[in-house]
């Protein structure tokens, strides 16, 4: 592990890389060619990239550092996209054989948005078949691992951003959110990833997703970068979001995500619970490891001045099959047939032949019964200002260590490892996990901060508070 002072460009966080952008004391040439040859070095040990295309990254980078505008919010800075978001003329491949070789024609509404930011696309971060499981790993490319021991799968389904946040490929990352996909390899990785209020990224709103579940947002290692990606990731006229629902989460008017970083400040209520409501579906066990990152999170928030106040659930039984129902369901609109389907992996197939043999009426059920669940977590959070939860029962799992072919096993297994994300999906809620504990083998240990809807201001003012106190930022894995 490495604790020393920034020597190198990926040592510097996004944010001071940007400063350095804008005072022309570092080229943007320089700096994507730093990152691309950290990417050659250390992607094939860790699975991080589906596709580099360092040839398009140059040719932008050399029309950046030539151009005298230099207003874009994220102007100059590396990122990728995550492999379920189409780049015009970029291979994308859902991480799946059935497009290994497609090349789109059009690029994706977020891909758009992060060009207009200012950024520069290095490649595709790896993920799982349509980013379907919390673990990253498929038949299309080699499994992301996890860099503080590459035995370890990244999580998922954000996993190769997650894995070239942590390595130091790239200083941040977009990625998605369908049950996890941003928390669980975020947390895996020592890392921060926000999950934002369904409805505030238009590029990436969840409202145009069945059950609304999956959000975009962003993945970096300190807070304030986390805060600058996703400003870049909203598209604004002024100050006002150019929302493209009638829904959209409460306004945060106070300017951009990045000042409440920034600042810091407040004090807040804070309610914890170990509570989920997968435990009525099936055994949850905490690992020691989970529950020590949450009394470090919670001692520190006490340590702070900020109220906190330990809670339960209520019961919600009908919300684990009606989940399960959802997932399926998920899947039952893959473009594969009778001639194709032998190239998706065994689980996505069984996944789609499922949710297409289910039942309208079922599914309908199912919506319905998680419609009432997000009202019934959005009230029984109401009397807090955040919640804190563990982010993972367990230590980030072994490369292989999912069934492949059982897709029940399968299932029970991803609630095992993450059964306090999902819920926050379905409820709509942003939340941050963010990197407060390592076990005595240097495994980092997320706690997740669940708020109020539009809330992400708050979760980042606590955030950052946490992160001045027990300051993560020192700590990186081996290949730094």
Partial sequence: MADRPPTELHDLGALQLYRLLQRRELGVLELVDHYLSRIERWNPSLGAFHTVTAEAARERARMLDASDDRTALLWGLPLADKDLVRRAGVRTTFGSRLFEQFVPEESDELALQLDGAGTISLGKTATPEFGLTGYTESSVAPPARDPYDTALGAGGSSGGAAVAVAA???PFAPGSDGGGSIRIPAAACGLVGLKPSRGLVPAGSGQDSLAGLPVAGPIAR?????????????????????????LRPPAHDDGLFLGAAVRGEGRFNIGVTTSTPWELVQEIRLDEAATDALAVARDTLASLGHGVEEFALEPAPEYGPAFRTIWQAGASTLPADDSTEHLLEPL???????????PAAQLVTALATLSRFERSIVRQFDRFDAVLTPTLALTPRPVGWYDQKDGERNFAQQVEYAPFTS??????????????????????????????????????????????????????????
Avoid: C, F, K
Avoid at 226 to 241: H, N, Q, S, V
Avoid at 348 to 358: K, Y
Avoid at 447 to 462: D, F
């Fill in 222 to 246: 300190t807070v304030v970068d986390a805060a600058l990606l996703l400003d870049g990731m909203i598209e604004r006229t002024g100050d006002r979001i150019r929302h493209t629902h009638t």
């Fill in 168 to 170: 130091g490929l790239l």
């Fill in 348 to 358: 996505t197939r069984w996944l789609m032949h499922r949710g297409r043999a289910l």
């Fill in 423 to 480: 819920y926050v999906n379905v409820a709509g809620l942003p939340a941050i996990t963010l990197p407060v504990h390592r076990t005595a083998d240097g495994i980092p240990m997320g706690a997740q901060m669940i708020g109020r809807p539009g809330g992400e201001a708050t979760l980042l003012a606590l955030s950052t508070q946490l992160e001045r106190r027990l300051r993560w930022g020192r700590v990186h894995p081996p290949q730094w």
